[in-house]
């Protein structure tokens, strides 16, 4: 069985899905989990999460590590791929499925949204398929057979974070019916094989985060230490996002970017004359990380104040 021994303290990884160019949201997040690895000594890893074919953009990838390179991050070890990688989260599968956690599930999206029960947000799954027995095949989703029972851990910046993932979000799908293994697996997966030890990333992921532990157990994998990031919202308090259309990064002002980012970040402020290059600017924010000022924050307004 594995154990926590098996994460390499302080190994962080950036993770973006290739569905648009760096936004300063995305940089936030990715500053937010270099300084913090690099600043304990700890390696940093990038991983293109390019499972989900139908909404990723045609070159977003290579926009996406373009505008790391020019911001100057670094990465340790060669960029990991989600879609080279089916045969870990098959055999992820193949363990729930021995155990007892994994039922086909043939649903519609529409008959959910109808027969839908409690749940924050999104209705959760009432079960339907769960006891049918039904035998998996194409057109059909899998689920994961949740447990009833608060699932909690403890996030560096937000607290205890206690979740019923049975009753809030119910039995979720970790292979979707048109074949592609869904996010909450592959991550999981991923994040255990490559020994993640800290997960640094936005607060819009701190729902799914009871959710991954509660794979991660069912796998026999060990838990990283979790550290959600406020999130950059613009003015009328939604997350800026590519699909809300935020403005891709424009690599030729990577230092004004970092300096901008940093701000957000509640980090010691700086000006952009003091640095020669991005590689200075690194050098000067290192050691001067410091996750204090983001203590129990969820959100930063993109204009700079804090908004809550
Ligand atoms: N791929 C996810 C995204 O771009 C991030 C996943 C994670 O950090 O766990 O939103």
Redesign the pocket.
């Known amino acids: 069985m594995s154990t926590t021994a098996d994460l390499r303290p302080h190994r962080g990884?950036?993770?973006?899905?290739p569905?648009g160019p760096l936004h300063l949201g995305?940089l936030v997040?990715a500053m937010g989990s270099y300084l913090q690895s690099r600043h304990h000594g700890g390696e940093w890893l990038l991983?293109i999460?390019d499972l989900d074919s139908p909404r990723e953009v045609e070159g977003a990838s290579g926009w996406i590590i373009n505008s790391l390179e020019s911001h100057g991050f670094e990465w340790d070890q060669e960029i990991t791929w989600q879609s080279e990688r089916s045969k870990l989260y098959e055999r992820a599968l193949m363990h729930l499925g021995k155990t007892g956690r994994l039922f086909a599930c043939r649903c519609s999206r529409r008959t959910l949204r109808e027969s839908g029960s409690a749940g924050r947000g999104t209705p959760a799954y009432p079960g339907t398929c769960r006891h049918l027995g039904l035998r998996d095949q194409s057109g059909m989703s899998l689920r994961f057979l949740t447990r009833p029972g608060d699932v909690c851990f403890e996030d560096a910046l937000q607290g205890r974070i206690c979740e019923d993932v049975a009753r809030e979000c119910g039995d979720f799908v970790v292979r979707r019916k048109d074949g592609l293994f869904a996010?909450q697996l592959a991550?999981v997966v991923d994040?255990a094989s490559q020994m993640i030890g800290e997960?640094v990333?936005?607060c819009?992921?701190l729902e799914?985060t009871p959710r991954?532990i509660q794979l991660q157990q069912a796998l026999d994998l060990p838990a990283p230490a979790y550290i959600h990031l406020p999130l950059v919202v613009a003015r009328n308090d939604e997350k800026i996002s590519k699909q809300n259309g935020a403005a891709g990064l424009d690599d030729a002002r990577a230092l004004g970017n970092l300096i901008a980012a940093h701000r957000l970040l509640g980090q010691e402020p700086a000006k952009e004359k003091d640095f020669d290059s991005v590689a200075d600017f690194w050098a000067w924010a290192v050691p001067r990380w410091d996750l204090k000022p983001l203590l129990g924050r969820r959100k930063i307004a993109a204009a700079g104040a804090e908004v809550n």
């Open positions: 990884r950036f993770a973006p899905s569905t995305s997040a991983r999460e996010y991550v994040d997960v990333r936005g819009d992921l799914s991954q």
